[in-house]
């Protein structure tokens, strides 16, 4: 079945009450980078053909060079600003947000809530889908007028020189004020990604009332940072003996996956910031060995970010000097420890749909034994689960991986709920 792809003009059925103000880096900021970029100094890397010893020089120093003489932030900037842009202040923290006003009878309000190394644009290739179905297939009673901020500190919201203990709970208070006080929405719809997934199930978990529902892309605990050794994926625990060799080669491939940004982010962001927030080469190698590593891309990364998405994604933190902050993060998840807002069982009382992808099948577990893995595990007891569903490709950016599911998905959780 061919789709229509050109969007339907949007039609308001309520007036949004602020003006858009579109993204736009200033000049002297491109050639400060541009300078920065010539001046790399390069460090020796022999022996990392296979990087086995982190990001690859050879392939750095060939997207730094496309950096420098062929990427073009002006053409992207004007992608970014075919859509409308927001700069708000929630109870005093600076919140960007991009949004899509929904096309259909009666469109439902939803906020899209992004992790890390993630920014807005990784929403991007859902946005037009989820706003106006009709153009893409879908049924226009299924609209949502899509906001999707950046989280505090990311991206375009910056500064925070008053809020520097910001969490992912946290951040479930500002935006749910964002949307009920600000927007004026008396319920909405929440879903996210990474951490942006425990700021939707924090959501589901306090504000349940006010939701329609949340679909979120991982079932984790909320309390996964607290404790006393969060930077240890493990938790201190020795890997079992007796494994078959498959498995045991599994569990050190996720571990090796993961360990390395969760110690230095939980332990000592500042000391990391200062050589990332100076090195535009260092920042790109940093966020670059994560989206090298989590996304399901058989090898080459380009099969999943093109040089120019991958820049795109940089220069976002880049040039909002954003890198910093953003890792704090997960220190402030550590450091002011999830806590209930209730004791009702489950904890995230809100209807919740959960996608899971095959290239973070837990070790041993195929996608097809995915659900039932989750369902037995202490992890389900959390959540009021309305729609679970499993796929055998994606990796850990799903919206920007595998679009068209991730909507399917989504649109599933919602259907039948939207009052």
Known sequence: MSHETTPSHAVETRP????????????DVLADLQRRLELTRWPLDAGNEDWYY????????????????????????????????????????????MRKAGVG??????????GWPWTFW????????LADPGAYGGDPTEAFDVIIPSFPGFGFSVPLPNNPDLNFWKVADLWHTLMTQTLGYDRYAAAGCDVGALVTGQLGHKYADEL?????????????????????????????DGLPDDIHAQIVAVE??????????????STLAYGLSDSPA???????????????????????FTKDDLLTHAMIFWVTNAIGTSIRTYANNNRYPWTPSHDRQPAIEAPTGITFVGYENPPGVSTDQRVQNFLDSDRAAWYNHVNLNAHDHGGHFIPWEIPAQWVDDLRRTFRGRRY
Not at 282 to 304: C, F, P, Q
């Open 282 to 304: 260092g920042m790109l190698a940093w966020i670059l060995e994560r989206w090298v590593k989590w996304s399901d891309n058989g090898g080459d990364i380009e099969t999943v």
């Open 256 to 269: 090796r996956r993961f360990a390395v940004h969760l110690a230095a982010h939980v332990l000592a962001p």
């Open 212 to 240: 329609y529902a949340i679909h979120i892309g991982s079932g984790l605990k909320l309390t996964l940072f607290n404790g006393d050794r969060a930077w240890d994926l493990s938790g201190g625990r020795p890997i079992p």
């Open 16 to 27: 949004f009450p602020l003006k858009p103000t579109p993204i736009h880096v200033p000049d």
């Open 122 to 129: 990784h929403w991007s290739r859902v946005i037009d889908p």
């Open 105 to 114: 009878p009666d469109p439902t309000p939803l906020i899209l809530t992004h």
């Open 54 to 97: 982190g990001v690859n020089r050879a392939y750095l120093q060939e997207l730094v060079d496309y950096w420098r003489t062929g990427y073009d932030w002006r053409k992207s900037e004007a992608a970014i600003n075919a859509y409308e842009h927001y700069q708000v202040e929630v109870e005093g923290v600076p919140v960007h947000f």
